[in-house]
């Protein structure tokens, strides 16, 4: 394995958001000097054997540390990242917040980040209330993503009818998240987004996986259906590097479409080059599914070339 890409990471950028904002989920507070701190976790990241980031910062996620309206919000943020890129160019890659709920701005504002500004791909809220990206609100951001060919990250969010339930456990907020992933990528699959969609290159977090679980009811018994068809649009991240789930994933949507996700620094997890190697050879990947799902499906969604005239 010559190269690590670590596909799920975080960066908030101080220009937008409060340097010590109050009333923040424990996961954020504990990691909010470096969720702020670009240079510091690209040294982070260097030491640990990691060989590029790629990171993101949802909008339900750095919306409440603001100093801008959620209308305004996207486009600052990806201002922000911008900038920051152009001054450490290649040290790091950035995907462009999108509220892919706001209908046709959102679409305006992802092909703003992406066309205008260079950033690599878009992260969106994988829901909005009681809406997911299977919503006809969505579809004009999806479907730019689709013609463009760039990667969609959908985010996990926090739904508010499972937080009041879950969040006294030390890891119900992750499964309040993952359920809710779960279910918008059900809906997407029932409605066959993805395969009409041809283009679209969609990411979910791992947290999400029991989506994978459920999906094969949606084919019928005697063949394949819409589970089977829609899956070869999907992509996961490990979110984290349990042996046994990667495998699971990779048996799941094929080595070609797994790809190595930290969450970090909002876990504490990073993808250490020792650890991401061990995880790999520990699910029993050859040398050839490792370097895809280390980086090499990573560069496939965020080529250069996809995202040329």
Do not use: C
Request: no cysteine; aromatic share 6%; charged share 20%.
């Amino acid at each position: 394995m010559t190269e690590i890409v670590d596909f799920h990471g975080h960066y908030f950028p101080p220009a937008v958001v409060d340097a010590s904002p109050s009333g923040l989920m424990h996961t954020l507070a504990h990691a909010w000097s470096l969720l702020t701190d670009i240079d510091a976790q690209i040294e982070r990241s260097r030491e640990a054997g990691t060989d590029l980031k790629v990171v993101n910062a949802p909008l339900s996620s750095i919306a409440g540390s603001s100093r801008f309206t959620s209308d305004e919000l996207p486009a600052r943020v990806n201002d922000a990242l911008a900038d920051d890129l152009s001054r450490r160019p290649g040290s790091f890659l950035a995907l462009a917040t999108v509220d892919a709920f706001a209908g046709d701005s959102g679409a305006e504002e992802a092909r703003r980040a992406v066309e205008d500004l260079g950033l690599s791909g878009i992260v969106v809220d994988v829901t909005s209330g009681q809406r997911t990206l299977a919503d006809p609100v969505a579809r004009p951001t999806l479907a730019y993503a689709a013609s463009r060919g760039i990667p969609v990250f959908a985010h996990p969010v926090t739904p508010p009818d499972l937080a009041e339930r879950f969040i006294g456990n030390p890891l119900g907020v992750l499964l309040a998240r993952g359920t809710e992933s779960a279910l918008a990528t059900l809906a997407l699959f029932e409605q066959g987004t993805l395969t009409e969609l041809d283009g679209l290159r969609l990411i979910v977090a791992g947290i999400g996986l029991a989506a994978l679980s459920f999906a094969p009811f949606l084919d019928p018994a005697d063949g394949e259906g819409r589970f089977s068809g829609e899956r070869r649009h999907l992509y996961i991240d490990t979110m984290g590097f349990d042996p046994k789930s990667i495998r699971y994933l990779v048996d799941s949507v094929g080595s070609d479409h797994v790809l190595i996700g930290s969450d970090w620094p909002i876990m504490w997890r990073d993808s250490s080059r020792e650890r991401v190697t061990s995880a790999l050879a520990k699910a029993g990947l050859d040398d050839h599914d490792a370097s895809l799902v280390a980086a090499g499906n990573a560069h496939s969604l965020l080529s250069p070339a996809v995202l040329a005239e």
